[in-house]
């Protein structure tokens, strides 16, 4: 690295969770961040599922770097055994920490580009020697050029969640039908939201925690509202494990949410429709009938509502060299640590700057956006995602290497958790959360984005 470069600061993209901590972590090392948020504050995607409570408790949605920088600050450390909403986790914790960052955030900044300066992906000579060039769009709706010895991109995949179609495409009628297909876990107590579903049937498309979230949910207001039914769609059949690890789960939310979903089934508040991949959405009278690869249609249902993962927007990456997986798009050593068809959250392998390493030298995807498809994160993985890229970065390769987080190993993530819990925040039922326990949302936020 040239002198000119070592001036220059670490560009991270996102102020969520993940990009928040990594630039607490590069600030910890010494190492000046910048970060770009394209949102007009801290935690953009986590608020817009602010409604949904984490699986977690606040001790293990707080990132130590952070903790450190946020302490002399007069910050008042929550709780640490409740459970925050993605609205308490942005207001309580990502906002102040960005304050803390001070003009080191900035807002309103859109990254529509990232290369090496004067080099395309195709450039051999002299790359390694030549800064990052990040082109960004202003709220003033301008362009601009920032360069940077070092890109972070943390921005996630709240943006991008999958379509409905079984084979990774829209369904025929997909977009079409917009007006009745929603891609987020609804917020129930909002009146607005809660017309849209009372008294009406639903299809549900998913089998991950946000699905159980909103089956419960609609369970909930099936026996307020008569009418009010789910239809569950799975693309697989119902086993042992589909309602996660129930009682013997580590992480109790997450358990006590598949019971919950399980209990709707069972009272006849949703009916489950097993081995349906979506081809088609067609109109029929005031509803939409589904229709499978097979030729199978489902009755006519009002809404529907589409959770089946998130995918990254890789977009504004492609004049770097990344090396990823060709299944899941995530870095080709993290993949087969992360791979849903063998792990959960738990039983992912923490991992740090040498997994999330790629041909282009100090380029890296953390957080979400490094898991690609999977929908396993959680949010002190990207904590720790965080503090090892920042000691990579600062040249302690002994601390980057290191493994300093242990993970609660039964259950099933996917993204948000729906519970009773007298200890939060507000007293109010949760619905929902972010995979970000021991930590989306998923989220995954829910299912996470902003995770």
């Known amino acids: ?31 000046e961040p910048l970060v770009l948020e394209a949102g007009a504050e801290a935690g953009t995607a986590v608020r817009e599922w602010g409604h949904v409570r984490l699986f977690s408790t606040w001790d293990e ?5 952070a903790e450190k920088l946020l302490a002399p600050t007069g910050w008042q450390r929550p709780e640490g055994s409740t459970y925050p909403s993605g609205r308490d986790w942005a207001e309580q914790y990502l906002q102040p920490l960005a304050d803390a960052l001070g003009e080191r955030v900035r807002y309103g900044v859109r990254v529509t580009g990232v290369s090496r300066a004067g080099r ?8 390694d020697k030549q800064p990052f060039t990040l082109q960004v769009t202003t709220p003033e709706g301008g362009e601009e050029r920032i360069l940077a010895r070092a890109v972070i991109d943390a921005s996630g995949t709240w943006n991008t969640p999958n379509p409905l179609g079984g084979n990774g495409l829209p369904a025929l009628g997909e977009r079409a039908a917009a007006d009745r297909i929603s891609y987020r876990v609804p917020d129930l107590n909002d009146p607005v939201v809660r017309a849209r579903y009372a008294g009406r049937r639903t299809a549900v498309v998913g089998s991950g925690a946000s699905a159980f979230t909103v089956l419960a949910g609609l369970a909930a207001l099936a026996e307020e509202v008569p009418g009010t039914h789910a239809t569950w ?11 996660g690890g129930g009682e013997a789960d580590q992480l109790p939310a997450r358990g006590a949410l598949g019971l919950r979903a399980k209990a709707a089934v069972d009272a006849g508040h949703a009916t489950a429709v097993t081995g349906f991949r979506t081809e ?6 005031t509803g939409v009938v589904l229709t499978d690869e097979g030729g199978r249609h489902l009755d006519p249902v009002d809404e529907v509502i589409v959770l089946t993962g998130l995918r990254p927007d890789l977009t504004h990456l492609t004049e770097l060299r990344l090396g990823l997986d060709e ?20 039983t992912v392998y923490p991992h740090g700057a040498k997994e999330l390493s790629h041909p282009e030298p100090d380029a890296y995807l953390l957080g979400m956006k490094s898991y690609g498809r999977a929908p396993t994160f959680l949010a002190m993985t990207g904590y720790e995602q965080a503090r090892s890229v920042a000691a990579a970065l600062a040249g302690d ?5 290191r493994v300093e987080l242990i993970l609660a190993e039964t259950g099933v993530c996917g993204g948000s958790g729906l519970f009773d ?29 902003g995770c």
């Open 1 to 31: 690295m040239t002198e000119q470069q070592s001036a220059l600061p670490v560009a991270v993209i996102g102020a969520g969770p993940v990009g928040l901590a990594a630039a607490a972590s590069l600030l910890e090392r010494g190492l």
């Open 61 to 65: 949605v707080i990132a130590p770097a």
């Open 120 to 127: 395309d992906r195709v450039v051999d000579a002299g790359r």
């Open 233 to 243: 769609v799975l693309r697989r059949g119902i086993s042992d494990d589909t309602f």
């Open 280 to 285: 088609s959405v067609t109109r029929e009278g």
């Open 327 to 346: 299944r899941l798009q995530a870095p080709v050593e993290v993949a087969p640590l992360i791979d849903p068809n063998v792990h959960s959250c738990g």
């Open 397 to 401: 390769h002994e601390a980057a290497a």
């Open 421 to 449: 819990e007298p200890g939060t925040a507000d007293g109010a039922q949760g619905e929902g959360g972010c995979c970000a326990a021991p930590a989306t949302v998923q989220i995954g936020g829910p299912a996470t984005g």
